[in-house]
């Protein structure tokens, strides 16, 4: 398998994991009573997660680099608690399959403009005429799920 399958793969099960994840934190958030508090406990068991599992990485991360970093190299957390929230929020109400066909025609347009500008050091990727097709089915998508 080439680097490419073995990452389109990966993706595959993140998307799908992603989709468990909003109905779980719904769950979550009935009983706390909030979609926030929800993410909050979700990121927190995540963080943890990912502690041990840098923890037992033989690599070490170099951090002189940091300091040159932008501030909004930062933000990738945000973006990730506003979705959690989003999600455990929205999951209940319009269902997964509504929520996440949203979620993903919002990252694709985002992700066309990303490539086609080359923001926050992409390589350039010029948007084209089956990029734009391919985000007028999703949109579609987006309606014909609601719908069904």
Same mark, same amino acid.
């Given at each position: 398998m080439n680097v490419a399958a073995v990452t389109i793969l990966l993706a595959v099960i993140a998307g799908a994991l992603t989709a468990l994840q909003a !109905? *779980?934190?719904?769950? /979550?958030s009935r009983p706390l009573d909030s979609p926030v508090t929800a993410a909050f406990f979700s990121f927190l068991v995540g963080t943890v997660a990912l502690g041990i599992l840098a923890l037992m990485l033989p690599s070490r991360p170099e951090f002189s680099g940091v300091r040159a970093l932008p501030w909004y190299a930062w933000l990738g957390g945000l973006y990730g608690a506003c979705l959690v929230t989003v999600a455990a929020f929205g999951a !209940? +109400? #319009? @269902?997964v399959g509504v929520l996440f *066909? =949203? #979620? #993903? =025609? @919002?990252? /694709?347009v985002a992700a066309v403009a990303l490539d086609h500008y080359g923001l926050l050091g992409l390589e350039k990727q010029e948007i084209s005429l089956p990029r734009v097709a391919g985000l007028i089915l999703v949109f579609a998508g987006v309606v /014909?799920? +609601? +719908?069904g």
């Open positions: !109905p *779980t934190n719904a769950m /979550l !209940p +109400r #319009i @269902g *066909t =949203a #979620i #993903i =025609a @919002g990252q /694709l /014909l799920v +609601r +719908r």
